[in-house]
């Protein structure tokens, strides 16, 4: 049935607020006075049963889809409540309490339509304790116990008037909260921020709550937003999660950094937040707040696996020299000198259990420092200097653990493990000999055919080298011997293949002229003779060498005063006068007779009597 007198309801208020004022409008002296005439309850009213809500039509005339939009329903299986579009917990219930602003009330005392008593109503963020300011006036929610326990606020405006008398010295000095301005949003619906409205509303107001006390507590001084009171704690604080995730990060990886805590202060470095993650970390709401703050922690402090900061850890990103000193079974100086050798860390003046350096890093460093041995030992272990070993390392056929970083000397350490593979590998197809006639120790093999060692050595483990042997079964080089004549055949071979198999040496064209070396050089120092420079890898020097098809053309102009005295059968020195007499002029001249060449083109002119000489 219709009640007497209608009231409007406004799009923002709460069933109950609107039954109290409707009770009010038609006479009841309350709220309870005029449910006892009716078949539902105030607790149903204020969930918003579908009943109660049918009811509510009936007596207002109001359609009754709009209703229930700010009814306050327990969600099932949890202690949280709905209210509108939000979610919020328990906490934050009103509960047997009015909630109110006063400017707002007096506003509808003033301004409102139908009888005075029936005019304020309830606004929707007036039913939780998460907002505590009026996004109107600005001014502070206000608070009062509900007499005997009566939530009747329409009869609570009634019996107290002082309460909204016009006091116009009253008013707070504050500002509406961005927070409660983005709560009240939450509750009509409206998205602001995409990481804030990936979380529930109860779970915002509370990181903002111990966010902002996380601030306070390290950069007390450096803030924009200053106050010590919850109120201004959870402002300060929204104003920095709102920014986001990787704000978030960057704020509190700084935070971090900053205080640059120990193993055993990983936890009261970021007090409040794990205390109250940790509380909640089985809540499905908090999933996404604890991977976050867990995964910073991890990648900023030295947690180990299984150390709790919020949940177990999972992955150990940093180490302190400390952590890794036992870890690894290492002594604190041995880790601080393997790591600053290898880069990984540098001097901080920081004591060994906060000294913080990259555990991924580290890792293969200081494995293989558990299960390595010193140069010194490497080099007694092989029969070898250290300039030696050292040509080997950096060859890349015994590898060290420390890798150079830019340039920089690192702290050579060997592989046990790499070690015998590499003297296995030496010896592997060495043949165990008495006789070692033909065979020289590999170090004088490679000083003699003037290779460095690590070249043979690469020969030896690469299989071009088939002739090799040892005395007995140790691995030194001074047991290692190669076959010499194998080695030097080998060696020119090589290096006729790199030269070019075409080309003719200096000795090899002495020869073919029918002259010797030193005679050759000069006709290639005068380019009579064309010749190219190359590098020959068998003598580590640039040398000249002749194609075949320039020396034959040489042979096609030129001929030596030899190859003259040759053709009539008489000396050098008679030729060379002869020519003389008939003004022939030799080709090349190099300052003896014996080394002269003419052109043949030239012996046309050339007439010899071999009994007048």
């Not at 009026?134 to 609570?156: K, L, M, N």
């Not at 019996?159 to 008013?171: E, H, I, L, M, Q």
């Not at 005395?471 to 090589?494: I, M, P, Y």
Request: with cysteine; aromatic share 8%.
């Amino acid at each position: 049935m219709k009640l007497p007198v209608s009231i409007m309801f406004h799009d923002n208020e709460t069933p109950l607020g609107f039954v109290s004022r409707l009770a009010a409008a038609n006479g009841y002296p309350s709220l309870d006075a005029f449910l006892d005439c009716t078949e539902t309850s105030a607790l149903a009213i204020s969930r918003g049963d579908a009943e109660a809500m049918a009811l509510l039509e009936e007596w207002s005339g109001e359609e009754g889809g709009r209703f229930a939009r700010f009814a306050t329903r327990t969600l099932d299986g949890t202690l949280c409540f709905h209210l509108g579009d939000a979610v919020f917990s328990r906490e934050f219930r009103r509960g047997k309490a009015h909630r109110f602003c006063i400017g707002c009330v007096r506003d509808d005392l003033r301004n409102g339509e139908g009888r005075i008593i029936s005019r304020p109503y309830v606004r929707a963020w007036w039913e939780t304790r998460a907002i505590q300011t009026c996004p109107i006036h600005g001014s502070r929610i206000t608070e009062v116990a509900c007499e005997s326990g009566q939530d009747d606020f329409a009869s609570y405006v009634r019996t107290n008037p002082r309460v909204f008398a016009d006091n116009t010295g009253s008013k707070d000095d504050l500002r509406t909260r961005k927070l409660d301005l983005y709560l009240m949003g939450r509750i009509q619906g409206v998205k602001a921020c995409d990481f804030l409205d990936g979380l529930e509303a109860y779970v915002v107001a509370d990181l903002s709550k111990h966010f902002g006390r996380l601030l306070g507590r390290h950069w007390k001084g450096r803030l924009n937003h200053t106050g010590q009171g919850e109120f201004e704690v959870a402002e300060r604080g929204f104003l920095a999660v709102k920014l986001g995730e990787e704000s978030i990060t960057e704020r509190v990886s700084a935070i971090i950094q900053e205080m640059n805590p120990a193993a055993s202060e990983v936890r009261a470095a970021l007090d409040p937040i794990p205390r109250w993650l940790r509380r909640n970390r089985e809540v499905p709401a908090f999933a996404s707040l604890v991977e976050l703050f867990q995964d910073v922690a991890e990648r900023n402090m030295p947690l180990g696996e299984g150390d709790l900061c919020i949940i177990p850890t999972r992955r150990r990103y940093l180490h302190t020299v400390r952590s890794a000193g036992l870890e690894y079974g290492l002594m604190e100086d041995r880790v601080i000198e393997i790591l600053r050798n290898a880069g990984i860390m540098l001097p901080s003046g920081l004591p060994n259990g906060r000294a913080c350096f990259d555990a991924e890093l580290a890792r293969p460093i200081l494995s293989a420092a558990r299960e390595t041995i010193t140069i010194s030992e490497a080099e007694a272990a092989l029969g070898l200097n250290r300039q030696r070993l050292h040509e080997i390392m950096e060859a890349g056929l015994l590898r060290r653990v420390e890798d150079e970083r830019d340039g920089q000397r690192v702290y050579t350490r060997i592989r046990k493990e790499d070690l015998g593979n590499f003297q296995s590998r030496l010896f592997e197809r060495a043949q165990s000999r008495t006789d070692l006639e033909s065979f020289m120790p590999v170090v004088q093999a490679a000083h003699r055919c003037n290779r460095q060692l690590w070249e043979l050595v690469q020969m030896i483990l690469d299989g071009q080298v088939n002739g090799i042997a040892r005395a007995d079964g140790t691995t030194v080089f001074s047991n290692l011997f190669v076959d010499w004549k194998e080695l030097q055949s080998e060696r020119r071979r090589s290096a006729k293949e790199d030269i070019g198999v075409d080309l003719l040496s200096i000795k090899e064209a002495a020869a073919i002229l029918k002259t010797t070396q030193y005679k050759v050089y000069p006709l290639v120092t005068a380019e009579l003779l064309p010749a190219v420079a190359k590098y020959n890898k068998s003598s580590h020097r640039e040398q000249f060498f002749i194609e075949p098809e320039a020396l034959e053309e040489f042979q096609r102009l030129h001929i030596s005063i030899a190859g003259i005295a040759s053709i009539y059968g008489t000396r050098a020195d008679v030729v060379a006068r002869r020519m003389e007499l008939l003004g022939i002029e030799p080709s090349f001249e190099p300052g003896s007779r014996t080394g002269r060449y003419y052109r043949r083109s030239d012996l046309e002119k050339f007439t010899f009597d071999r009994v007048a000489a």
